[in-house]
Nanobody, 128 residues
Framework: QVQLVESGGGLVQAGDSLTLSCAAS????????MGWFRQAPGKEREFVAA????????AYADTVKGRFTISRDNAKNMLYLQMNSLKPEDTAVYYC?????????????????????WGQGTQVTVSS
């Protein structure tokens, strides 16, 4: 059974940092691109960042570019999201997602429908 389990969320103040982790099990995703999405109350799930199987040339949403860093450890089957300079508008449930067929970031990497596996999410709340 394939599972993605996020951790590392919490309540922080504006300007603080958090690192989210996503542990994958049930299969290796070392050959697949993975991503982070988030969903705030009353809003649609939105793209945050994605990374190809080699970990190079990641992609970011404009709203987080320069503040967030996505990375992966294929040996550990782990995905990370380092979030710096957090803002209240970053408050959301953050989800880890994985594609099952493609290694390089492909068309649609910023669309939830592209991904085949999802975690349950971890809450990030940023107070002002």
């Amino acid at each position: 059974q394939v599972q993605l389990v996020e951790s590392g969320g919490g309540l922080v103040q504006a300007g603080d940092s958090l690192t989210l982790s996503c542990a994958a099990s049930g299969r290796s995703f070392s050959s697949n691109f993975m991503g982070w999405f988030r969903q705030a109350p009353g809003k649609e799930r939105e793209f945050v960042a994605a990374i190809g199987w080699r970990g190079t040339i990641p992609a970011y949403a404009d709203t987080v570019k320069g503040r967030f860093t996505i990375s992966r450890d294929n040996a550990k089957n782990m995905l990370y999201l380092q979030m710096n300079s957090l803002k209240p508008e970053d408050t959301a449930v953050y989800y880890c997602a994985a594609d099952r067929t493609t290694g390089y970031l492909s068309r649609g990497y910023d669309q939830p429908r592209t991904y085949d596996y999802w975690g349950q999410g971890t809450q990030v709340t940023v107070s002002s």
